[in-house]
């Protein structure tokens, strides 16, 4: 069955970086979009950063766009997200999705998720 396992969270201090990985099982994972989303308590989740199956295309939310970069390795079937210039609001639960090919940018679309990792960004 699909699994897709986070980690690389941690507790970071304002203006630092953190890198998050997430390895993907159990699927084709070069027919699939792929992105990450994050959720703070209380909140919706939402997209982060998207990426197209073949690295056709990525998308950013506003919010992390510059600061944030998305990629993958589909020989290892590895997702990434390296997050620079971390701020508070960057704080929450990260979590790894995978969804339908195309329009990967329509968070709506994403099915199968990950357990999350925590990321804390402190003054």
């Known amino acids: 069955q699909v699994q897709l396992v986070e980690s690389g969270g941690g507790s970071v201090q304002s203006g630092g970086s953190l890198r998050l990985t997430c390895a993907a099982s159990g699927f084709t994972y070069s027919t699939f979009c792929m992105a990450w989303f994050r959720q703070v308590e209380g909140k919706e989740r939402e997209g982060v950063a998207s990426i197209e199956s073949d690295d056709s295309s990525f998308a950013y939310a506003d919010s992390v766009e510059g600061r944030f970069t998305i990629s993958q390795d589909s020989a290892k079937n590895t997702l990434y997200l390296q997050m620079n210039t971390l701020k508070s609001e960057d704080s929450g639960t990260y979590y790894c999705?995978?969804?339908?090919?195309?329009?990967?940018?329509?968070?709506?679309?994403?099915?199968?998720w990950g357990q999350g990792t925590q990321v804390n960004i402190f003054s």
């Open positions: 999705a995978a969804g339908p090919s195309s329009s990967c940018d329509e968070w709506s679309r994403y099915t199968r």
